[in-house]
């Protein structure tokens, strides 16, 4: 396949785009490094230091692992955006393209809009592109289970069965999103479903949990080719943020009381789940939703299983601390989401094990002198407030 990456420079961006080129396909990496511009904006830095795009492209085709064709621009530009996809002619476009962090949506209006326009805009642009120049490509796009919020149901995977006086139809499952970034995937989802019924184009919405991990089989070839691990309140997610704590002597911050739910799974099964939806595409005309996670926990059984690892297998005595909530969202809940579509098509899952959790705490820690714990402490509040201490416990 010809395969287009966007967002190339990123987390999930960059090993998606080695995995591919390892398979013997041809691929495309496209992106306008504005994430890295985001990151300086709030003071927030890698694990460690993260090669250019270019750079490791260079490395990665020296290794002697293949080439790849390198475009750097902004998908809100349609000329640019409709010129990569005329001259690429992609097979298949793996889009994860978007400013990625709630916190940073949350943080002003500036930023909000700045999200929604990235977001929405180039996903519209990346629409128009295709019905143009490759109505048959099929578009990976990655969502978010955060698009659904926490309804008192079972998350459906897909459409949502419903009878009303005595008639049955289906719609799409209601998304009660947390964000202004989780609403711009929701706003991505209803595009996509009305342009795969209205232009045939194929889509599948791959609804990710939170992804932890530091490597993939591809970033430990060579140190050049390692992906940028985000630990700060803004763009790290949160497994990655009890593991800085932990190696820098900080209790592990639990926003309230931890029972809030969700579904995780390991960097490694995002790799796996890319390449089976591409070698497994939609049909013409289809919108295909899948729900990418593969394991449910509790923010608190997460800060558990870390203080326990980090205690055995690093000999660190670490603390949980419970901080007041700066989100607005539900404490405890019902929550049962269906996640068997990418089981079918063959996904073998990497559980969170404590070995798992030991191999990214021996990474944090080799590289603990990067770690700034100021920007560990949330600043980021979903409605005013002033900020409570934090609580030992």
Known sequence: MRVLVLGADGYL?????????????????????????????????????????????????ALGHGTMDVFVGDLTDYAFVSQVVREFRPDTIIHYAEQPSAPFSMMGREQCVRTQVNNVTGTLN????????????????????????TPNIDIEEGPLPIEVKGRRDEIPFPKQPGSFYHLSKVHDSHN?????????????????????????????LDRRLRTSVHYDQVFGTVLNRFCAES???????????????????NI??????????????????????????????????????????????LGLEVEIAHLENPRNELQQHYYN???????????????????????MLRDFHEHRQHIDTSVLVPTVRWV???PAPIAQG
């Open 13 to 61: 961006g960059w090993p998606t785009a080695m995995r591919f080129a390892r398979l013997g396909h041809e691929v495309g990496v496209l992106d306008n490094m504005a994430k890295r511009a985001w990151e300086l904006e709030v003071g927030a830095r890698p694990l460690w230091p993260v090669e250019p795009l270019q750079s490791r492209v260079n490395a990665f085709a």
């Open 126 to 149: 990346l629409i128009w592109a295709m019905r143009e120049h490759a109505p048959d490509a099929h578009l990976v796009k990655l969502g978010s289970m955060g698009e659904y919020g």
């Open 192 to 220: 996509l479903t009305f342009a795969a019924r209205t232009f045939g184009l194929r889509v599948t919405d791959l609804n990710q949990g939170i992804v932890y991990g530091t490597q993939t089989e591809e970033t430990l």
């Open 247 to 265: 190696v820098s002597g900080r209790p592990l911050t639990v926003y309230g009381t931890g029972q809030q739910m969700r579904g995780f799974l």
């Open 268 to 313: 490694r099964d995002t790799m796996q789940c890319v390449v089976l939806v591409s070698l497994n595409p939609a049909r013409p005309g289809e919108f295909r939703v899948m729900n990418q996670f593969t394991e449910a926990f509790t923010i608190l059984e997460l800060a558990q299983l870390v203080q326990h690892t980090a205690r055995q297998q």
């Open 337 to 359: 989401a269906k996640h068997e579509k990418l089981l079918e098509l063959g996904l073998v899952p990497h559980h969170l094990t404590a070995e798992t959790v030991g191999a």
């Open 384 to 386: 005013r407030a002033d």
